[in-house]
């Protein structure tokens, strides 16, 4: 599951009187090159040990980086064609674009542009396969992008549109999973970490030997403490909470071995499993979940009057955070794919960027953004800058990829058992 | 101790504890619901503390109320939608197949009213796996309202044979047979004879049909499409949980029981008065509605 | 005479859109859990024609079934939690339906409508009313500590199961006092006063007259309820959101809405709809040759 699997929406995580976004200009500082840049090296794929996914297209992964293959039946548009006149069809979870930004693209380009939602990715794929759809514009997940390219929905990007694309992070203009940036462009980043209430919960998660031991020793807590509602992220937490840094491991030993320790929470603190962690702990009906950044950037929008963000608090390793990053593509059959790449080049600019993460919490890796300026302007409040995702976060993290059909049967079974209690 | 034993159970007399159960039972069965109308009227945002009186849940608070929150006004929208549209096919088709039933003689007589009667013992989750994976796999109809109707409608004509059916046994066919006699044609004798005879029932099932609707959860969930084609009980099960949720939740469900029971409290008194001069019933329209022939 | 085929074409719209919308979908069902996946995007690929049907995801379902393993546990807790729910329900059902079929007479009307009500009011509004009591500030926690009953606030919603049973038992009770009462209320007076007659107590005359004339009625009641309460999952999810209290139609819910195996979720529909058609197939027997006793008894 995404952050935005959820069906209530969001609302504008930041209502601060005079908060002009624009007084944060497009010429700030440039993050500083970091480390773990080995491993945004280029080499190719194609060594034994690499996992095949479907239609032939190798899995991607942050040590076997993968250029998606260009197919002669899928190709991109020209260069310097006129942009269509719409309308443009966006296909999005939902509430994860800022309204205002999309009337923004919308009055500068003189164009109507209409969002239709979906809530969780195979409703996603199930209408887009459908044959029914005719959306123009869809976001997708890391996991999705190689079955997306063999099952030949989204088309290859033509760059000569995409003159922003030079804003974003240098590792995520050639991503592993999609060397070259062939298909995608990024549009935000986040950790998977822990968030708890600090004035409920005796010990932080840095108090513990094993941070994430905070969820196994919360039998006082019990019934006030949740996981997320995802196949792959709990089930990711317990192997990392034993060291396993391969979170796409397709070993049914260890991924049967994490799932016997998340059940354990079910014994242990009879734990929730849902996504409502951004409402939740603000809200003290949890006091210890799993949660994503962006989230918990927007925790204290909801809080009670009068209690202050300090209770809040958002934990994840500083190497090895489960960090991912959703991205945009163009779809194969769009109407109006000129006007596509338009919105995808505007999306990349540094001032909409900003404007988009000041509603939606979660950061987009533009290199403008300076995590420093967005705690110390207030964006967010001091005790959550562990939300903001550096680009070192994410050159030092370890991201959830696609499995094979096994391995996606495996971890599903898993999960499965997990829920079953 | 046997005057005690006596003056418990006496079948003849007043049994008081069962009287004291059943005045129990109503009260544990209906103000848990009328404490969550109340709190749909609370002036803060707590659903189970009360802060004092307010409408702003309604129509006061600019964001959330349900007269300014586009979703709730979508999903109180698409509930009516589907009702409407419910009840606009499958009154007609389950008196259609109510009448036939009952008065056919031939062999596919029993398979049909066993068909009839297997929606009624289906748990909804069958039914909405199946239908969402025909509709997608066989018939290639999109989800959304068209699939959602197609969806309710399959199993509230089960609920219309049975109304109809049980109005139809009591009538029987004299009154057709006398007028038959009389010269009409069978066409004739239906239109003139049976149709009036069967209104009142026609009627019932038509607010059945409206309720089952309004109510109907996993069958509108799985053939659902996303936010616009959202309903209320939709609404409710994707936010009863959730820590932002207000008493606009409240109000929103609060409104649908209005309109449920303004329905039903409606008809009811169009049943009775259509109801008044018919030869088979006992005049008390409670006991014709309560009077279930499965 | 009328021709023959007057009366069943009133029956025949009905009938095409039964079996269109209820049949063919039951076998689309069978065709999806003995066929296969798209290997891109794993969509279901129904096999429709039975020649082309595998069981290997129907083996490897079944094989969670053992005891022990995963589905075996689930189905364990709902078989529990239904068993208990129904009891439940009949222990405050038939006490109310007897009361108002055969003594309440000024009050009658007014009970019946009162009877009635919650079939109008929806079903997840009345579990709404119930979560918004059992908030650890509700209603309930309060006036049990204001009575003393307990010190702390109890977390009712946290996952446990004593609520999530409480919860079925007040959502379907009303199911089953109509069907109840409408038996319960065609049960001949004179039968009873037969009874009385004879010289029977009271007691002895609900033992052994009452109660058995009513038992097809429970029976059929009882019917009405459980075969819906076994796939009932979103009792659990809004009562409770725990894993803890997880039902088999959550376990079906999470394939289908939740997942890429809809294919597994498709053999979990079929092990659940033979498992209902066993015990419906169970009670018509019952019935049937409870009827035929009566009527060799008359005879």
């Given at each position: 599951?995404?952050?935005?699997?959820?069906?209530?929406?969001?609302?504008?995580?930041?209502?601060?009187?005079?908060?002009?976004?624009?007084?944060?200009?497009?010429?700030?500082?440039?993050?500083?090159?970091?480390?773990?840049?080995?491993?945004?090296?280029?080499?190719?794929?194609?060594?034994?040990?690499?996992?095949?996914?479907?239609?032939?297209?190798?899995?991607?992964?942050?040590?076997?980086?993968?250029?998606?293959?260009?197919?002669?039946?899928?190709?991109?548009?020209?260069?310097?064609?006129?942009?269509?006149?719409?309308?443009?069809?966006?296909?999005?979870?939902?509430?994860?674009?800022?309204?205002?930004?999309?009337?923004?693209?919308?009055?500068?380009?003189?164009?109507?542009?209409?969002?239709?939602?979906?809530?969780?990715?195979?409703?996603?794929?199930?209408?887009?396969?459908?044959?029914?759809?005719?959306?123009?514009?869809?976001?997708?997940?890391?996991?999705?992008?190689?079955?997306?390219?063999?099952?030949?929905?989204?088309?290859?990007?033509?760059?000569?549109?995409?003159?922003?694309?030079?804003?974003?992070?240098?590792?995520?203009?050639?991503?592993?999973?999609?060397?070259?940036?062939?298909y995608t462009v990024p549009y935000t980043v986040y950790t998977t970490g822990i968030a708890w209430r600090t004035d409920k919960v005796k010990k932080a998660p840095a108090d513990y030997a094993n941070p994430y031991d905070i969820l196994w020793d919360s039998h006082q807590y019990a019934g006030k403490v949740a996981v997320l509602d995802d196949p792959r992220e709990a089930l990711a937490m317990a192997l990392l909470r034993r060291g396993i840094l391969d979170v796409n491991t397709e070993d049914p030993a260890l991924v049967n071995r994490a799932q016997k320790d998340?059940?354990?929470?079910?014994?242990?603190?009879?734990?929730?499993?849902?996504?409502?962690?951004?409402?939740?702990?603000?809200?003290?009906?949890?006091?210890?979940?799993?949660?994503?950044?962006?989230?918990?950037?927007?925790?204290?929008?909801?809080?009670?009057?009068?209690?202050?963000?300090?209770?809040?608090?958002?934990?994840?390793?500083?190497?090895?955070?489960?960090?991912?990053?959703?991205?945009?593509?163009?779809?194969?059959?769009?109407?109006?794919?000129?006007?596509?790449?338009?919105?995808?080049?505007?999306?990349?600019?540094?001032?909409?960027?900003?404007?988009?993460?000041?509603?939606?919490?979660?950061?987009?890796?533009?290199?403008?953004?300076?995590?420093?300026?967005?705690?110390?302007?207030?964006?967010?409040?001091?005790?959550?800058?562990?939300?903001?995702?550096?680009?070192?976060?994410?050159?030092?993290?370890?991201?959830?990829?696609?499995?094979?059909?096994?391995?996606?049967?495996?971890?599903?079974?898993a999960w499965s058992t997990f829920k079953a209690g | 101790m046997r005057r005690v034993r006596d003056w418990f159970a006496n079948p003849w007399g007043r049994p008081r504890a069962l009287g004291t159960i059943t005045w129990l039972y109503m009260a544990w069965s209906i103000v848990p619901v009328l404490i969550a109308i109340l709190f749909s009227f609370n002036d803060g945002r707590s659903r189970s503390v009360w802060q004092g009186f307010s409408t702003r849940w309604y129509w006061g608070d600019p964001n959330l109320s349900v007269f300014h929150d586009p979703a709730a006004k979508s999903a109180l929208e698409q509930s009516l939608r589907l009702a409407g549209l419910d009840m606009l096919f499958a009154v007609p088709l389950g008196v259609g197949l109510a009448i036939g039933l009952t008065r056919w003689r031939g062999y596919g007589a029993k398979p049909?009213?066993?068909?009839?009667?297997?929606?009624?013992?289906?748990?909804?989750?069958?039914?909405?796996?199946?239908?969402?994976?025909?509709?997608?796999?066989?018939?290639?109809?999109?989800?959304?309202?068209?699939?959602?109707?197609?969806?309710?409608?399959?199993?509230?004509?089960?609920?219309?044979?049975?109304?109809?059916?049980?109005?139809?046994?009591?009538?029987?066919?004299?009154?057709?047979?006398?007028?038959?006699?009389?010269?009409?044609?069978?066409?004739?004798?239906?239109?003139?004879?049976?149709?009036?005879?069967?209104?009142?029932?026609?009627f019932a099932s038509f607010i059945v049909v409206f309720a089952l609707s309004i109510d109907d959860f996993v069958v509108t969930d799985y053939l659902s499409a996303g936010s616009p084609t959202q309903t209320v009980p939709i609404a409710i099960y994707s936010n009863a949980r959730g820590g932002t949720t207000t008493p606009a939740l409240n109000a929103l469900a609060t409104v649908m029981v209005v309109v449920t029971l303004l329905a039903v409290g409606l008809a009811y008194f169009v049943y009775r008065w259509a109801a008044r001069s018919q030869p088979g019933t006992s005049g008390r329209a409670l006991n014709e509605i309560t009077a279930l022939e499965v | 005479m009328t021709r023959r085929w007057f009366w069943p074409s009133f029956a025949l719209p009905g009938a095409v859109w039964l079996v269109l919308l209820f049949l063919v979908p039951t076998y689309a069902v069978v065709a999806v859990a003995f066929g296969t996946v798209d290997p891109i995007f794993q969509n279901p690929v129904p096999a429709w024609n039975p020649l082309d049907w595998q069981f290997d995801t129907m083996r490897s379902v079944l094989a969670e079934f053992e005891p022990g393993h995963t589905f075996w546990i689930v189905s364990v807790r709902t078989l529990a939690y239904v068993a208990l729910s129904v009891a439940g329900c009949l222990l405050i059902g038939y006490p109310v339906a007897y009361y108002l079929a055969r003594h309440a007479r000024r009050t009658k009307g007014i009970l019946l409508v009162l009877l009635i009500v919650p079939f109008w009011v929806s079903y997840l509004m009345r579990m709404l009313a119930w979560i918004g009591l059992l908030f650890p500030d509700g209603l309930v926690n309060r006036t049990l500590i204001h009575l003393g009953v307990i010190s702390q606030p109890v977390g009712w919603l946290d996952g446990r199961p004593s609520s999530v049973i409480l919860a079925l038992i007040y959502g379907y009770v009303p199911y089953l006092i109509l069907p109840l009462y409408a038996v319960l209320d065609r049960i001949d007076r004179s039968v009873l006063e037969a009874g009385r007659d004879l010289g029977a107590s009271p007691i002895r005359t609900f033992f052994h007259v009452t109660l058995p004339l009513s038992r097809n009625g429970i029976l059929a009641a009882s019917v009405l309820i459980t075969l819906p309460m076994f796939g009932d999952y979103y009792t659990n999810d809004v009562i409770s959101g725990s894993p803890h209290t997880s039902m088999i139609g959550n376990q079906i819910n999470l394939y289908f809405q939740g997942g890429t195996q809809k294919t597994v979720g498709a053999c979990l529909v079929i092990v659940l709809s033979v498992f209902l058609a066993l015990l419906m197939s169970y009670y018509l027997w019952v019935t049937v040759r409870a009827s035929a006793e009566t009527k060799e008894s008359l005879l």
């Open positions: 599951m995404h952050p935005r699997e959820r069906p209530t929406t969001r609302r504008q995580f930041l209502i601060r009187a005079g908060m002009v976004v624009g007084t944060l200009s497009g010429a700030d500082l440039i993050l500083s090159a970091c480390g773990g840049s080995a491993k945004s090296a280029a080499t190719t794929s194609g060594t034994s040990g690499v996992l095949m996914g479907p239609g032939g297209i190798p899995l991607a992964r942050r040590e076997h980086p993968v250029t998606l293959p260009l197919y002669a039946d899928n190709e991109a548009i020209a260069s310097g064609l006129d942009a269509e006149k719409g309308p443009l069809q966006l296909f999005n979870w939902a509430a994860y674009i800022n309204p205002a930004t999309v009337k923004k693209f919308e009055k500068e380009h003189n164009v109507q542009v209409s969002i239709t939602t979906f809530e969780n990715e195979d409703e996603a794929i199930a209408k887009l396969t459908s044959g029914k759809a005719s959306f123009d514009v869809w976001w997708t997940t890391v996991d999705l992008i190689s079955r997306a390219v063999a099952g030949k929905l989204i088309q290859p990007l033509n760059h000569g549109y995409l003159a922003n694309l030079k804003n974003v992070w240098p590792e995520l203009q050639n991503p592993y999973y999609d060397q070259h940036s062939r998340l059940s354990q929470l079910t014994s242990i603190a009879n734990v929730k499993v849902n996504t409502n962690d951004y409402t939740d702990i603000p809200a003290g009906s949890t006091y210890i979940s799993q949660a994503w950044s962006g989230d918990m950037a927007g925790a204290p929008e909801y809080l009670a009057k009068g209690v202050k963000p300090t209770v809040l608090g958002y934990w994840r390793p500083d190497v090895h955070s489960e960090t991912q990053s959703d991205m945009i593509a163009i779809l194969r059959g769009a109407k109006h794919p000129v006007l596509a790449h338009t919105f995808l080049n505007f999306m990349l600019d540094n001032q909409n960027g900003l404007e988009n993460f000041t509603w939606n919490g979660y950061i987009p890796p533009l290199n403008s953004i300076d995590p420093d300026k967005l705690v110390s302007q207030g964006y967010i409040p001091a005790n959550l800058s562990s939300t903001v995702v550096r680009q070192s976060d994410f050159a030092k993290g370890v991201t959830i990829d696609a499995l094979t059909t096994e391995g996606q049967a495996l971890w599903q079974n | 049909v009213n066993y068909l009839m009667l297997f929606p009624l013992v289906t748990p909804e989750i069958v039914m909405g796996v199946s239908l969402l994976l025909v509709f997608v796999l066989l018939y290639g109809i999109a989800l959304g309202t068209e699939a959602q109707v197609l969806g309710q409608v399959t199993f509230s004509i089960s609920y219309v044979v049975i109304i109809v059916r049980g109005r139809l046994l009591s009538i029987g066919p004299e009154y057709e047979e006398a007028a038959r006699d009389l010269g009409a044609s069978p066409l004739a004798a239906f239109r003139l004879v049976l149709v009036p005879l069967l209104a009142p029932a026609v | -």
